[in-house]
């Protein structure tokens, strides 16, 4: 365990040196703070919806084996690039003397510092990780969009109510503006719980689908197909595991927020339990539906069976109570800037309407494009390649500039490999997404 902290470099973060004296921790103002529990609740929820379903279609496009490997290690590169941020950015409340830095903030702060080279681009930067992490949440909110619709749609097509796609987007715009206006993490967890129970249950009934008839593993599906749906894979797997700006707001909301980090904190205990189910449902899902598969399985299930039916209104209204928590974290990034320009007493209109306003902004992108699959993958490779690998690769390379790198210069290698990973992620998978939109 010593050894994982000292190579990761999370000794020098968590611990600190010259700034030993002030726990950031302890200067925190969170009205409501999350317990261990709750928190892991919300993680789960967050990162087990849309995305677990999207799996039986990313292991159809690099075949089994490819598929189990590469989960493991774009899931476990993913998850210590998170871990690196969380530990950058407490490495820079600890300089500045802050409870906490935001995001944005922590990386204008970061460049600042750094190399005479990078400098320059400080400020711009601060004001494009903040579109990127409007930008990520706001897709995964046209994702979870047209996911409700479209599982709905089938239920009701079979029942001889034949609606469009667009028109069962639009039906369910107003239930979900209601229920956006909840306020904080805190109130949220009821809804997350519900919807943890629910995803439970659903699963239950889509693997009763996958293992009902005798698994037959046939040798091309263990191959790779074509090495061009690779970053197409990745960038599945991206969306699927990674849900950033969840993760961030969860820490900074949590009680105790020093049991979130670390080789045996919550966080890598929860992508484990997460990875172990994108892999099995993956598996059995190609396994099952072969290259027949769809963007998410629920809409390979038989449409004219109760069971089917059943499980697409569940996955419907896991993933409809799950919007809110997607949603908080746009919400709090605007509000966080809006409310410094706006007077105390005047707060509550502009409140809500910036609540319904980011729910009006992706339904209308959802009516403009309804398509799930390549959206999926260029989100993920888009955003999170940046979100989750680049940024904090730069972050932390610029943190301990000068001199501070360690034992030959490990932390600069490490954080330019980093970089340059989260790069080849971003132009492959945005590459090929964009061509396969375009064939849609």
């Not at 929820?45 to 490819?66: C, W």
């Not at 595991?241 to 969840?246: I, K």
């Not at 943190?399 to 210069?409: A, V």
Request: proline share 4%; charged share 15%.
């Amino acid at each position: 365990m010593f050894i994982y902290e000292f190579m990761s470099g999370v000794v020098e973060t968590i611990t600190g040196t010259d700034e030993e004296d002030y726990d950031p921790h302890r200067h925190r103002k969170v009205e409501k703070p999350t317990t261990y529990s709750e928190t892991m609740i919300h993680l789960l929820k967050g990162s087990i919806g849309a995305g677990v379903l999207a799996m039986p279609s990313a292991v159809y496009r690099v075949g089994i084996i490819a598929s189990i490997i590469g989960l493991l290690i774009v899931g476990a590169f993913a998850t210590y690039c998170i871990q690196l941020l969380i530990a950058a950015q407490y490495e820079l409340c600890k300089r500045w003397r802050r409870g906490y830095i935001a995001y944005p903030k922590s990386m204008l702060l970061a460049l600042q510092d750094g190399p005479k080279s990078l400098r320059w681009s400080a400020n711009s930067l601060y004001y494009f990780v903040d579109i990127v992490l409007v930008l990520w949440q706001l897709g995964i909110c046209v994702i979870y969009f047209v996911f409700v619709a479209e599982n709905i749609k089938q239920v009701l097509d079979f029942h001889g109510y034949e609606l469009s796609l667009r028109t069962h987007i639009c039906i369910v715009l107003a239930p979900l503006i209601i229920i956006n206006l909840v306020k904080d993490l805190k109130l949220m967890t009821p809804l997350s719980s519900i919807s943890n129970i629910l995803t439970i249950f659903g699963l239950i009934l889509v693997f009763f689908y996958l293992v009902e008839d005798d698994v037959i593993l046939e040798t091309e599906k263990l191959k790779i197909k074509n090495l061009n749906a690779v970053p197409l894979f990745i960038g599945t797997a991206l969306f699927a595991l990674e849900a950033v700006g969840v993760v961030l707001a969860l820490e900074y909301n949590m009680e105790e927020p020093k049991r979130f980090v670390g080789f045996f904190g919550l966080f890598n205990l929860g992508m484990a339990i997460i990875i172990t189910l994108y892999i099995i449902i993956g598996v059995f899902g190609y396994l099952k539906y072969g290259d027949t598969i769809e963007a998410t399985i629920t809409l390979n299930l038989p449409q004219e069976e109760k069971k089917a039916q059943a499980a697409k209104v569940i996955f419907a209204l896991a993933i409809f109570l799950t919007f809110p928590l997607q949603n908080y974290v746009a919400y709090s990034m605007v509000w966080r800037k809006l409310q410094k320009r706006i007077p105390e007493n005047r707060r509550c209109f502009p409140d809500y309407a910036l609540r319904v306003a980011l729910v009006l902004i992706p339904w209308l992108l959802a009516v403009a494009v309804p398509h799930l699959g390549p959206f999926i993958s260029l989100f993920g490779a888009f955003c999170l390649s940046l979100l989750a690998m680049v940024f904090p690769g730069l972050m932390d390379l610029c943190l301990w500039y000068p001199n501070r790198y360690g034992l030959c210069h490990y932390k600069l290698i490490r954080d330019i490999f980093i970089i340059l990973i989260g790069m080849a992620c971003l132009m492959a998978g945005c590459y090929t997404s964009m061509m396969e939109i375009i064939e849609s």
